[in-house]
């Protein structure tokens, strides 16, 4: 897991050691007592064919290109590269995605939220989906300069949507900073509201982001980016109803 990031451009520095995860048993998707448990072997196309997975993950999934990628990288290797501008991560994010990671003494179950911000050292073994609450949507959207580019902007969003009333909302977005982030400030200003209309969610979003310096994208370009695909993702969600299992 991580080999295919180790062998890309974007990974500058030389590997000091290889650890081969073979043996481990961490190539299985199992369902456990409510949640999806995923060995950190899986592959990205293993889990878009997978009818277990929900679709949501599968959407993020799907936006990781080309092909060969997905056939060759695993989620946990995507998880541990910590990629600025990753699909998946967002919505592992938005959907209250755990991993399991062993070092010494006792595994640790930490959220991905927390993990991406300050990592945990030692071996990312799985990854855990909880099963969605009742009425609760998710959606992504991303934004690259062509189809087998690298994401400028990714998002994916979750929200428990009752009689029309935003509840819990969590928003997550790549390439905006270092690690993928949530935005307290937006997801505070939406909750326990009505769904807002496309202008209003943008605003709210581009008010609460402050895009780091990258040679990616103008901090302008991400900053307003940002601001559409959410209000893209909330409302595809809210109208497909999508994103349960």
């Keep these: 897991a991580g080999g295919t990031y180790l062998n890309s ?38 889990l878009l064919d997978d009818r277990r997975v ?18 060759a990288g695993t989620l946990g290797g995507h998880v541990a590269a910590l990629l600025p501008q990753s699909d998946v991560v967002p919505m592992l994010v938005a959907l209250g995605a755990t991993l399991a990671v062993a070092g010494t003494g006792a595994a640790k179950r930490v959220p991905v939220a927390a993990w991406v911000a300050r990592p945990v050292p030692g071996l990312v073994t799985r990854i855990e989906l909880p099963r969605p609450a009742a009425g609760r949507i998710a959606a992504c959207r991303n934004l690259r300069e ?32 270092r690690a993928v982030v949530r935005v307290p ?36 370009l991400r900053r307003h980016e940002a601001g ?8 595809a969600a809210a109208a497909a109803k999508g994103g349960r299992r």
């Excluded at 559409?228 to 409302?235: P, Q």
């Design 9 to 46: 451009a974007d990974f500058e520095a030389a590997p000091a050691q290889l650890i081969a995860l073979e043996g481990l048993g961490l190539d299985r998707v199992e369902a456990r007592s409510g949640r999806l448990a995923i060995g950190a072997c899986v592959t990205l196309q293993r």
């Design 54 to 71: 929900p679709a949501p993950l599968k959407a993020a999934i799907a936006q990781v290109r080309p092909r060969g990628i997905r056939e």
């Design 146 to 177: 062509s189809s087998g580019a690298r994401s400028i902007v990714s998002v994916a969003v979750s929200a428990t949507l009752a009689r029309g009333v935003v509840r819990d909302p969590v928003l997550a977005i790549a390439g905006i900073a």
């Design 185 to 220: 400030a937006a997801e505070a200003a939406l909750d326990g509201r009505p769904l807002p209309d496309a202008d209003t969610i943008e605003a709210i979003v581009r008010a609460a982001v402050r895009p780091s310096p990258s040679p990616i994208a103008s901090a302008a």
């Design 228 to 235: 559409s695909l959410v209000a893209i993702a909330l409302h």
